[in-house]
């Protein structure tokens, strides 16, 4: 067999890539507005004055407590060897175990994982889950690996970030790009290099190896819970709203079918493949089905197909971004028509759009609340795992639903208090939450 040692990707570096720089394709984005990182330090400088004396700690909010780079070579199947660049960033652990996804895309770079890696301390601590937060990555598109090579870059990088995973350390879950089956590989070798089944090491497991019931469909289902207590507060009614999603994967196809059960209309999508558009209400079943034999929504016979840059002009009620970060941007915060926006995706909405959303009375529902469905459920996932003692789907249905509608009471309750954005709201709950934490607890030495 002839090996050769390639490297498919160059090393990157703390920046985002051009493609991430610029995801419009459009015109120049400037890089505070691009950079994950960079949106989540001033959304930090934003929450600061609302600190009290905890200000004295939030310095913390801005380092990861630690960040972890990897070298992932595996054999391809054509005989080369091929390295990728993996992560995992464990940004807090003031309030509990690391707890975050892994994200395998061709753009991923440290500083964007330790922007998601940040965004889960705020969410869990926002939701209240005993979690710190923590993001991994792999620098790879998996739609170009076959299932072995797919299977080999999951385990080799899990092996190499074992050294500080751990189902009390910190817990990986799904993100973009990786699922159940991918959890399992991920379970699989944790447990073998520990020398013990470790079902707690990962969320989103399938159930036969301890996954939880409803897990997969619970970031959708988050989506749908929250939209709904928000369109409540502004007098709009989901039946017969107009919806549009952008990122038909796990957080918006399932999104899409609860909001046509409750006979909203979706009137957009757009993925990586296309947009599709059709004002009468696109059903969401067959575009599922769609996707699934052709990898994305593009060529659906039931809509039009219509320009990328035109989905941010369509009519619509309510707008669902649950593809990737800097999205919503200044470059389009202007042209978007819907009332209420909830964030499927981690970080889609940079700071400077949001003051664009807010000028013009649009309502944003923030990532770290409206898609903390997903590790809500990861939670009870873990839980669980350690009590051997599994419950049924409603009984899983009901607790996400009441923990997202008591969240998102008690974020809005502290928006009208102190006259300020949900997000900035979810930052002053999250934020001083690992703050206390991280007072109580004190330095060491
Ligand atoms: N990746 C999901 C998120 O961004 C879920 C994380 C988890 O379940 O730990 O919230």
């Known amino acids: 067999m002839r090996v ?61 407590k630690r960040a972890l780079v990897v070298d992932v070579p595996i054999h391809m199947d054509d005989g080369r060897i091929a ?51 923590a993001k991994g990555g792999v620098r790879v598109d998996p739609r170009l690996l076959s299932d072995g090579e797919l299977e080999r870059v999951t385990r080799r990088y ?42 707690g090491v990962v969320t989103g497991k399938p159930i036969a190896i301890g996954g939880s019931l409803g897990r997969r469909e619970a970031t959708g289902r988050g989506v749908f819970v929250v939209a709904t207590e928000a369109a409540k507060k502004l007098g709009l009614a989901i039946a017969n709203a107009r919806i549009a999603i952008q990122g038909f994967g796990n957080v918006g196809s399932v999104a899409a079918e609860l909001f046509a059960q409750a006979d909203a209309h979706i009137v957009a999508v ?31 016979k039931d809509a039009q197909s219509i320009d990328k840059d035109a989905f941010w002009d369509v009519p619509c009620d309510i707008l669902v971004p ?11 915060a202007q042209r978007i028509q819907a009332r209420l926006i909830v964030e499927g995706a981690n970080g889609p909405t940079t700071p400077q759009a949001d003051d664009i959303l807010a000028e013009r ?30 419950w049924n789907e409603e009984e899983i249905n009901a607790r996400l639903t009441q923990t997202m509608q008591a969240a998102f009471a008690s974020i809005w309750q502290v928006a009208k208090d102190k006259q300020v954005s949900l997000r900035t709201a979810a930052f002053i709950v999250g934020c001083t939450r690992i703050l206390q934490a991280r007072a109580l607890r004190g330095l060491y030495p």
């Not at 649950?322 to 389009?332: C, F, M, R, V, Y």
């Open 158 to 199: 899990t092996s190499e970030i074992g050294i500080i995973i751990g189902p009390h350390n910190d817990i990986p879950a799904p993100d973009v790009n990786t699922n159940a089956r991918v959890m399992a590989w991920m379970m699989d070798t944790y447990s073998v290099n520990q020398g013990s089944t470790s079902t």
């Open 322 to 332: 649950a593809a990737l970060e800097t999205q919503i941007t200044s470059l389009n």
């Open 361 to 390: 009375n649009i309502l944003v529902v923030p990532d770290v609340i409206a898609n903390a469905g997903g590790v809500t459920v990861s939670y009870f996932e873990w839980v669980q795992d350690f009590s051997s003692f599994f």
């Open 83 to 133: 390295h990728f660049e993996g992560f995992r960033v464990q940004h807090n652990t003031s309030r509990g175990p690391g707890k975050g996804g892994v994200r395998f895309h061709q753009d991923v770079t440290l500083s964007e994982v330790m922007a998601l890696s940040a965004w889960m301390s705020v969410k869990n601590a926002a939701l209240n889950l005993p979690f710190g937060g």
């Open 270 to 300: 757009q993925d990586h493949k296309g947009t599709v558009y059709n004002p009468a209400g696109i059903n969401a079943k067959a575009l599922i089905a769609h996707v699934e034999r052709h990898g994305g929504v593009f060529g659906f």
């Open 4 to 64: 050769s040692s390639v490297s498919l990707h160059g090393i990157s570096n703390a920046h985002p890539s051009p493609s991430t720089a610029n995801p419009s394709g459009l015109s120049y984005l400037p890089s505070h507005e691009s950079s994950a990182w960079d949106m989540y330090l001033q959304q930090i400088d934003r929450v600061a004055p609302f600190l009290g004396d905890l200000s004295l700690w939030v310095e913390t909010l801005r380092r990861p």
